[in-house]
Every structure is written in C-alpha cells, then in structure tokens.
C-alpha cells in the first residue's frame, strides 16, 4: 500500500505542478488535499509517510473515528461533506478547517460549540455557483450577506469558497463554470474580506481548476484507488 500510494501522491503532485506551469503560476500557490473518505488509518498514514499532512473527510462519523486513531502524526483535517445541525459539536471538536458552510445556522452552532482551548476553526463556504440541482452549496446571490455574518462569529474565521460544480462537456465550459467562482471569490474581497483560499477543482477538472486561481485542489481517488 505505501508504495502504491507514495507513487500516485507524486504522480498527482506532478500534475498539479504542470497545471500551475500552463497558468503561468507557481507550484506552491496551489495545495493538495488528500480526501481519505472509506479509506481507514492506515491509507492515511502511508500518505503522510509520502510526505502528505491534509486530509479532507465528507462523513464525519468515520472521520472522528479515524482523526482519534493517527493523533500520534501531525496532520490537518479538512471537514468537506455536508453538516447535519446534530453533528456540528463533533466537528468543531475534531477538526481542523470546515469547506461546507452553507447556512449561518451551522455556523453560529460551529462558533459556539468550538472548544477554547482550540485555534477558530478556519471555514469556507460552500457555494453552488452553476446551480446544480444535486450540489449543496448557498446561491451565488446568498453569498455576500453569508459571508459577512460568517466572517463576525467569533470562534470562526473565514478563509475563502468551496466548489464543487457539475462536470462539463469541454474543458473550456468547465473553466468558465471555476471563473464564476473565483470572480465571486474576487467580490468579496474587494468588499474588505481576507480571504485566501479558493478550494476548487478535484481529479477530473483540477486543470481546469487551477487555470482559473483554484489554491487548493482535493483528490481522492487517484491518490487513494478506488473501493
């Protein structure tokens, strides 16, 4: 399993180092986030032993499990699947960066119920910029009073969007779809907020993704393999 993993984690990397040359960007401008969902302990730890520390997870009961068993490793846990309002307290117990905010309810709920003695959960909101049906995510005409309220709760602190939009036909309608995000990114910071992180593009459209200012790409599958 390690080798496994450490030859696709540097095959993924390569490719993302490829996308950032075509964009004129830098390597370092675009992080990885390996999604370890279904995958248990040991995955992980072959990952970090290649050199990963960022996982995302999307069920959070798994997750918990799995964030208790690998306390010995220095790793950063990324929640990215939807939040349940009976889940919010073992995700601001557990975790270290939230990418699917898409209600104030779950946020207030995620700020009151972060423990003090923790750092404020960094948090982005997920948005659903191409509408898709089956998407989670606020509407693009949500967002900007969201992000606002998001961006006053105390125990939080807001760090940018997260996409996950329908795939596309061409490559060229896919990075049109990344552009609505990273100009509603652009919006918002223009309107005083600090945001750092656009969280866009996973396997199929990392590209794409990076092309149009994706800062952190989460890949799955072709680090990991399929179940």
Known sequence: MNNFIAENLSRVRTQMEAACQAAGRLPHSVSLLAVSKTWGAEAVRAAHAAGQTAFGENYIQEAVGKIGALRDLPLQWHCIGPIQSNKTRLVAEHFDWVHSVDRLKIAQRLSEQRPPHLPPLQVCIQVNVDGGETKS?????????????????????????????????????????????????????????????????????????IAEGSTMVRVGTAIFGRR
């Open 137 to 209: 995510g606020i509407s693009p005409q949500e967002l900007p009073a969201l992000a606002q309220a998001v961006a006053a709760l105390p125990r939080l602190q807001l760090r940018g969007l997260m996409t996950i939009p329908e795939s596309a036909e061409t490559d060229a309608q896919m990075r049109a779809v990344h552009a609505q995000a990273k100009a509603l990114f652009e919006s918002l910071r223009q309107q005083g907020l600090p945001l750092d992180t656009l969280s866009m593009g996973m396997s199929a459209d990392m590209a794409a993704a």
